[in-house]
């Protein structure tokens, strides 16, 4: 059990409406990703940090926004939600070995 | 840059017969190489890697894989199937240097039929 949990796990919420997904791990890594799943797209990385106040871009970034104030939390936000960002938002950690990474539970988004 | 290619978005085999799930990458640098698991309404499950050394690498709940460096595959292989094997597999590959990103393939969705 790598420590991290999502919240919420389930969102349903209306086109424009900001929407904030929190990530919470509780074993002091460095790296943490912010991937979305899709049906036939696998895992696509919206957002990653590599430390407090230090985070990049992944290759679906745009509509996403994160922030990284404390070690343990990362935040996904999305500025004004989209029927598109309709998801499954997943968060990981880098395990520090060997770029193995860990993933938490998953937050199920439904955009109206 | 790299990319991952899963073969087949959906397996099916029988209970007791031999899986096989294919995965080729491109990587202009030394890969590694994993495999994860993912059970219905769960996140994903590490089942094995190869970062360096022998290139049949075993995992969890009998899985194996091969890096063949000349066919730029990593296949996953289990001998038997088993009802409880159902899940979705994804191939990720990272470089060996660099940010530590993982690139995923789409995925392939294992049915056991009984």
């Known amino acids: 059990d790598a420590g991290i949990t999502q919240s919420p796990r389930h969102k349903v919420t209306e086109t424009g409406t900001p929407v904030t997904l929190r990530c919470h791990q509780t074993?002091?890594?460095?790296?943490m990703y912010w991937y979305r799943q899709d049906p036939g797209h696998g895992l696509r990385l919206i957002h990653y940090?590599?430390?407090?106040?230090?985070?990049d871009k992944g290759e679906v970034s745009d509509g996403y926004s994160v922030s990284r104030s404390k070690t343990e939390d990362f935040l996904l936000t999305l500025e004004s939600a989209t029927s598109s960002q309709t998801s499954v938002y997943f968060c990981a950690i880098d395990g520090g070995r060997n770029n193995e990474q860990f993933f938490g539970p998953g937050t199920r988004l439904t955009v109206l | 840059a790299q990319s991952v290619t899963q073969l087949g978005s959906h397996v099916s085999v029988s209970e007791g017969a031999l899986v096989l799930l294919r995965c080729n990458y491109s990587s202009s640098v030394p890969p590694y190489l994993f495999w994860y698991v993912q059970y219905p309404n769960q996140g994903l499950q590490l089942l094995l890697k190869y970062t360096t050394g022998a290139t049949l690498v075993k995992g969890i709940n009998g899985f194996e894989a091969e890096f063949k460096k000349s066919e730029t595959s990593f296949h996953l292989t289990k001998p038997s199937a088993h009802m409880s094997d159902a899940a979705e597999y994804f191939c990720a590959v990272s470089g060996v240097q660099g940010a530590q990103k993982l690139v995923f393939g789409q995925g392939t969705r294992l049915t056991i039929n009984p």
């Open positions: 074993e002091n890594h460095r790296y």
């Open positions: 940090s590599y430390g407090v106040k230090d985070t």
